[in-house]
C-alpha cells in the first residue's frame, strides 16, 4: 500500500462547481502535509498547507483528519484556470512522500 | 529574483551510460531534495542533503543513484549504468529550513529517457 493515496481521477467539473480531493495516508508518524498543485509539464508548486484546524485561503479550503488520516481539498466555484494534478503531500523528518496526484478539468 | 534551475532540461542517453544531472538551488536554502516523477506513479524522494553534509543523506538508498553538492547550492544527481526503467522526470527541490517537510521550491525537471 502506498503511504500517500489519492484518486487519481480525473474530475471533470463545469466552471463554477465546488470539487473535493481526498487523500489518505498510512504512516501515523507524518506530521506536515501540504497541497501543492502541478500544471501540465510544469513543477510542482505549493498550494497551501494543511492544519487539523483547517486552513482557508480564498476559494481554497484544506482540511486535516489526523483520526481518520486522510486530507481534504475543496475548491469552490471552480475556474477554467484550476485545471491541474493537485498533488499531496505527507512527511515528517526528511522524509517527504507525494500522492500520485489527482487530475482536475474544469469546463466551460 | 531566480528560482530553482536545472540543466540539461532534456537528456537522451543509451542504456548502460551514466548521466548527471545539475540543479542550482535557491541561494541560502539549506536543504535540496531530489525526486523522479513518472507518469501514473507521481514523485518518489531519491536523495537529499543539508548544507553542512559533505556526502547526502539518501532518503532511499540506492547504489546507481548519487548526488554531491561541490556548492552549497549546486547539486548534481548522478545516476550510473542507467537502465530503461531510469525514463523519467527528474526533479530538484529547495527549502529555507533544515529538516521537516516544508514548503519545497522546485526546478523545471530534467526529462531523461533511456533507449
Known amino acids: 500500500r502506498k503511504e500517500v493515496e489519492q484518486d487519481p481521477g480525473p474530475f471533470n467539473v463545469p466552471e463554477g462547481a465546488t470539487v473535493a480531493f481526498n487523500c489518505t495516508y498510512s504512516?501515523?508518524?507524518?506530521?506536515?502535509f501540504f497541497w501543492y498543485r502541478q500544471d501540465c509539464r510544469k513543477e510542482p508548486k505549493l498550494l497551501m498547507s494543511?492544519?487539523?484546524s483547517g486552513n482557508e485561503d480564498g476559494r481554497f479550503t484544506a482540511q486535516l483528519n489526523r483520526a481518520s488520516q486522510y486530507i481534504s481539498l475543496l475548491i469552490r466555484d471552480s475556474k477554467l484556470s484550476d485545471s491541474a494534478t493537485y498533488l499531496c503531500?505527507?512527511?515528517?523528518?526528511?522524509?517527504?512522500?507525494f500522492g500520485a496526484g489527482t487530475r482536475l478539468f474544469v469546463k466551460a | 529574483g531566480a528560482g530553482v534551475s536545472q540543466s540539461p532540461r532534456y537528456k537522451v542517453a543509451k542504456r548502460g551510460r551514466d548521466v548527471a544531472l545539475r540543479c542550482d538551488s535557491i541561494?541560502?536554502?539549506?536543504?535540496l531534495y531530489w525526486y523522479r516523477q513518472t507518469l501514473g506513479q507521481g514523485s518518489e524522494v531519491l536523495t537529499y542533503?543539508?548544507?553542512?553534509?559533505?556526502?547526502?543523506k539518501s532518503g532511499r538508498p540506492s547504489g546507481r543513484f548519487s548526488a554531491e553538492r561541490p556548492e552549497r547550492s549546486v547539486s548534481t544527481l548522478k545516476i550510473q549504468r542507467t537502465e530503461q526503467g531510469d525514463s523519467a522526470v527528474y526533479l530538484c527541490?529547495?527549502?529555507?529550513?533544515?529538516?521537516?517537510?516544508?514548503?519545497?521550491?522546485f526546478g523545471p525537471g530534467t526529462r531523461l529517457t533511456v533507449l
Open positions: 494543511v492544519y487539523s
Open positions: 504512516n501515523s508518524a507524518s506530521q506536515s
Open positions: 542533503s543539508q548544507s553542512d553534509a559533505q556526502r547526502d
Open positions: 527541490a529547495s527549502s529555507l529550513v533544515a529538516g521537516g517537510p516544508c514548503e519545497q521550491f
Open positions: 541561494s541560502g536554502h539549506v536543504t
Open positions: 503531500v505527507g512527511g515528517g523528518g526528511f522524509k517527504t512522500i
